[in-house]
């Protein structure tokens, strides 16, 4: 079963940015998106919850320098995006916790 990730404006915002920054990472990045799609618990993809601030969130690997956090929900099979960068930079960034009722509720209603 592949979970739904979902790409919130925010996250299309910094990925953008990420991607102009870090062109060599694009194969990476693509890669670890693919791998989350189909199992979030890929060991390569080192998910973890984060603790802080940043409580309630959780992030993956791009490499060892790079990651990305996101919210993850698996009861209804769907991952928000929520950032992409650097290690220390991620844990210095004003995240806000993504209302994740105003994606699902079309799921719900469609089921």
Not at 58 to 73: A, D, G, H, K, P
Request: net charge positive.
């Amino acid at each position: 079963m592949t979970y739904r990730l979902i790409y919130t404006n925010s996250y299309i915002k910094r990925v953008s940015k990420f991607v102009k920054k870090h062109s060599e990472l694009i194969s990476q990045y693509g890669k670890t998106l693919k791998l989350l799609e189909i199992d979030p618990n890929q060991p390569s993809l080192r998910l973890h919850p984060l603790k802080g601030k940043l409580k309630g969130l959780y992030s993956i690997s791009i490499n060892i320098s790079y990651r990305i956090t996101l919210e993850f929900f698996v009861t209804e099979k769907e991952i928000v995006l929520v950032n992409v960068g650097h290690h220390d930079c991620i844990n210095k960034a004003k995240i806000k916790h993504v209302d994740i009722s105003r994606f699902t509720s079309n799921i719900n209603n469609t089921s």
